[in-house]
């Protein structure tokens, strides 16, 4: 069983960034993140794999938003520059064993972090 614990979302102007953290107790092979805004269906936002340190982002983030990772402190990163409120969602961090741009293909779900960006 593995714990994701998701932190460092925030209010912030469109143009700014924020930086969130998933933490996971246990060991993970594919870690992404997702999104979803009121009103809609979670999106894929960005996967990393631990084995190669791949990563694939969606259209809408590319060039935004950047995916790493510290392997000494278990934890994913996912720092997201010149925001836009089409940005605002509640964020969460997931893990598996596939590499995958759907969220079913995923085992393991932090609680979400909300992130607003105001225009």
């Known amino acids: 069983q593995v714990q994701l614990v998701e932190s460092g979302g925030g209010l912030v102007q469109a143009g700014g960034s924020l930086r969130l953290s998933c933490a996971a107790s246990?060991?993970?092979?594919?870690m992404g993140w997702f999104r979803q805004a009121p009103g809609k269906e979670r999106e894929f936002v960005t996967t990393?794999?631990?084995?190669?340190?791949?990563?694939y982002y969606a259209d809408s983030v590319k060039g935004r938003f950047t995916i790493s990772r510290d392997n000494a402190k278990n934890t994913v990163y996912l720092q997201m520059n010149t925001l836009k409120p089409e940005d605002t969602a509640v964020y969460y961090c997931a893990a598996g064993n596939k590499v995958s741009v759907r969220d079913y293909d995923y085992d393991y779900w932090g609680q979400g972090t909300q992130v607003t960006v105001s225009s």
């Open positions: 246990g060991r993970t092979y594919v």
């Open positions: 990393f794999t631990s084995s190669s340190g791949s990563t």
